[in-house]
C-alpha cells in the first residue's frame, strides 16, 4: 500500500523558510515522478514543483521559481520543498504527489498523479 507523510508545515513570518517532506513508503519509487502541488481556500489545487526520481529533472511554477527548491533522498525515500523567502500569498495546504509515469509530460494536471499525501498546512503572516 502506496503512502505519501506530509511534515513540516506551520507558520512563517513573510520573507522566511520552510521545508516541507513527503516521506514515501509501500513501493519502489525510483521510476516514479514526485510533486507538490498547494491549495488555498476557496481556490483550485495548483501545481508548484516536480522531480523525476530517476535522474532529479526539476520543474517549477513560475510563482515560486527561484523561491523554492525540490530534491530527493533515494537512501530515505523522501521529498522536500525548500520554500525561501516565502510570502502572504503563498499561504495554502501543500500535498505531495506521486506519478508512476516519470515522464512528467503533463505535470501540471491533478488528474495525473496515482497517489496523494495528506496535505500539510503553510501559513505566511504578513
Known amino acids: 500500500q502506496v503512502q505519501l507523510v506530509e511534515s513540516g508545515g506551520g507558520l512563517v513570518q513573510t520573507g522566511g523558510s520552510l521545508r516541507l517532506s513527503c516521506a514515501a513508503s509501500?513501493?519502489?519509487?525510483?521510476?516514479?515522478?514526485m510533486a507538490w502541488f498547494r491549495q488555498a481556500p476557496g481556490k483550485e489545487r495548483e501545481f508548484v514543483s516536480a522531480?523525476?526520481?530517476?535522474?532529479?529533472?526539476?520543474y517549477y511554477a513560475n510563482s515560486v521559481k527561484g523561491r523554492f527548491s525540490i530534491s530527493r533522498d533515494s537512501t530515505k525515500n523522501t521529498v522536500y520543498l525548500q520554500m525561501n523567502s516565502v510570502k502572504p500569498e503563498d499561504t495554502a495546504v501543500y500535498y505531495c504527489?506521486?506519478?508512476?509515469?516519470?515522464?512528467?509530460?503533463?505535470?501540471?494536471?491533478?488528474?495525473?498523479?496515482?497517489?496523494w499525501g495528506q496535505g500539510t498546512q503553510v501559513t505566511v503572516s504578513s
Open positions: 509501500g513501493r519502489t519509487f525510483s521510476n516514479y515522478a
Open positions: 522531480i523525476a526520481w530517476n535522474n532529479g529533472n526539476t
Open positions: 504527489a506521486a506519478d508512476s509515469d516519470p515522464r512528467l509530460l503533463r505535470l501540471r494536471q491533478v488528474g495525473v498523479y496515482d497517489y
